[in-house]
């Protein structure tokens, strides 16, 4: 990976972590590079629940992608949600999950009577 994609996926990390912050997920930040890839902690950490990996990229390689979210979020906690929040240049960000767990979270929203 070349230098400018590695930095494009910092920003989009930061980015992705300034996105939860506005929506009230003050601790959210990019992780911190030294762990190494342990397999220790998503691309942001900070957001309960969830073990969050960032792709800024204009070739979708999702379910790749997804694999090594579910690997990680597996050897990091395994009651952890793994997602893949993603996006290309000019588009807007999107968010991907097994339906297995996108299901369950949107049953529990709707139990809960939300909006």
Request: with cysteine.
């Amino acid at each position: 990976m070349g230098k400018m994609s590695r930095e494009k996926g910092k920003r989009f990390e930061r980015q992705t972590a300034a996105l939860f912050q506005e929506a009230g997920y003050p601790e959210a930040h990019r992780t911190a590079q030294f762990r190494g890839n342990t397999g220790q902690a998503g691309d942001v950490e900070g957001v309960p629940l969830l073990h969050i990996e960032c792709k800024h990229a204009e070739q979708m390689h999702l379910y790749a992608w997804m694999a090594q979210a579910v690997h990680d979020a597996e050897a990091e906690n395994k009651d952890n949600l793994p997602v893949v929040i993603h996006k290309q240049n000019n588009k807007k960000v999107l968010v991907t999950m097994e339906w297995e767990h996108w299901i369950r979270m949107f049953q529990k929203y709707e139990a809960g009577g939300g909006d």
